[in-house]
């Protein structure tokens, strides 16, 4: 009998998948191999619904949802998308493997703790262009928004290239999002749990994300070496009562350039991928992104 830490390899379509990368809420991503017509061998990150929702028919149609959208992404930070299929009853997405580590496993490392301000701003600047090509794809009248930038989500390659993953809350109905956003509780402003699901969600978190990846809410305080204006600016970004909220990602991205200089932004992206390799290396795996 296999051990509880045994995978057992398995055939998926054309693939053989050799372990399972991570669990999500909705889903698992497991990592798959391919021969190709050449006799090489490919990897990639397959994404399948869990048991729990092929048995809830609202949450698979937004698995459907996310698979539409994810091919419909075209920008650096999105994973591409091989293909989709079906295989004994259960829809699966195969993706690019993003081989690196997540801001959350790049923080716990000293390599991260160390990253000057600069490479995390670097990082958000990033993100806001991403967000920046999503919020460009509408539903009806309104723009889609991520609605899940947190450090579980976001990772660095080992090229220094940020990646945005977990697409599944960006066409959720507004049922499913309002139950997400009162599952957090007190962790997202008022204003924002209030409002309507628009492009200041993602705005808001990821200014979130970077005060997290500079070293916390404390940083607001008035004791950070940071730049008082980049201070200044996440202070605003995070105002409780949003009336000073920056609304638009290209707003965020034009403010958080004003911190970076161009001739050491190749820099800042080599610094984030040793980061990057040096938490993969650690962890002695890779992910593309919680299910």
């Known amino acids: 009998m296999a051990g509880p830490d ?59 949802k996310e698979t539409e959208l994810a091919q419909k992404m075209q920008a650096p930070a999105f994973p591409k998308i091989e293909e989709v299929g079906v295989s004994q009853g259960i829809p699966f997405m195969v993706m690019e493997l993003v081989v690196g580590a997540s801001v959350q496993e790049v923080l716990a490392q000293a390599a991260g703790a160390q990253l000057r301000p600069e490479c995390w701003v670097l990082l958000a600047s ?24 947190r450090s579980p989500n976001v990772m660095v390659d080992v090229d220094g290239v940020v990646r945005l993953l977990d697409m599944g809350l960006a066409v959720a109905s507004e049922g499913l999002w309002r139950r997400v956003l009162r599952s957090r509780g007190t962790e997202i402003p008022q204003f924002l749990r209030d409002g309507d699901k628009g492009p200041e969600f993602d705005v808001w978190s990821i200014a979130r994300l970077l005060v997290e990846c500079l070293g916390g809410p404390s940083i607001l305080e008035g004791r950070s070496r940071l730049p008082g204006g980049l201070v200044d ?32 932004v190749e820099l800042m992206r080599q610094e984030l991928a040793q980061a990057a390799r040096a938490a993969y290396g650690s962890s002695s795996r890779s992910a593309s992104g919680p299910g």
């Open 6 to 64: 045994l995978f057992v390899p398995f055939a998926l379509g054309r693939y053989t998948v050799v372990n399972r990368i991570r669990y999500g809420g909705m889903g698992e991503v497991l990592l798959g191999r391919r021969m190709d017509e050449h006799g090489e061998m490919s990897s990639f990150a397959i994404k399948r619904p869990l048991p729990t929702v092929m048995e809830d028919p609202e949450l698979l149609s937004l698995f459907w």
């Open 126 to 149: 990033d993100l806001a262009a991403a967000v920046g090509e999503l919020h460009k794809f509408r539903r009806g009248a309104k723009s889609l928004v991520h609605g899940d930038i």
């Open 233 to 264: 600016m996440l202070g605003r970004c995070l105002d409780s009562s949003g009336l000073h909220a920056l609304r638009t990602a290209r707003t965020l991205r034009w403010e958080l350039k004003a911190y970076l200089a161009q001739s050491k």
